[in-house]
């Protein structure tokens, strides 16, 4: 960046650095695990018979592990004020530390790790980190994301260039 380029990342930015999103708790059901496991075609019996779920390790029925994408994050204590309005899911990045069960009740946190900028051919692009962690009723971290957002505008009125 220039020294005549303005920063999208400003102390308002900055300051949801570490700040936690209010928790989201869901109960895990049974339905629910069974129709994600059928939208994602996997038909490991793990996920929808009871009978195999209940000899298997696990002792119940489980979820996918991809089954989190459905879980939402509250909201932040104060919103979030987005620069751009275009947007790009930049990747996750999974672990697994416990099988989510059927009648589980997962909370899920999230919060910016870090905020960085690049420049590219569409301009100023905000790239937030940030990691959103699931919780189940016992207090346990049953896994971790870490996400990438990048967000950038089309035009110097909505991408933080400063022209003068």
């Known amino acids: 960046m220039t020294t005549s380029e303005k920063s999208v990342i400003t102390d308002e930015l900055l300051a949801f650095i570490g700040v936690e999103s209010k928790p989201a708790t869901y109960e895990i059901e049974r339905h629910a695990v069974e129709r994600f496991a059928c939208a994602i075609g996997d038909p490991n019996p793990l996920y929808s018979n ?6 298997s390790s696990y ?21 979030y004020p987005e620069p751009f309005a275009h947007i790009l899911d930049g990747g996750s990045k999974y672990r697994y530390f416990e099988p989510v069960r059927v009648d589980d009740q ?28 699931y919780t189940n009723q016992h207090g346990q971290t049953v896994a971790t994301q870490a996400t990438t957002t990048i967000t950038y505008g089309t ?7 400063d022209s003068h």
Do not use: H
């Open 155 to 161: 035009g110097e009125k909505d991408s933080g260039v």
């Open 50 to 55: 009871e009978i195999s779920a209940r000899s």
């Open 106 to 133: 997962i909370s899920v946190v999230r919060k910016i790790t870090d905020l960085f900028e690049k420049r590219g051919r569409m301009g100023t692009m905000l790239f937030k980190i940030t990691e959103i962690t």
């Open 59 to 79: 002792g119940s029925l489980i979820a996918p592990p991809t089954f989190f994408r459905s879980l939402l994050p509250g909201d932040y204590p104060t919103t």
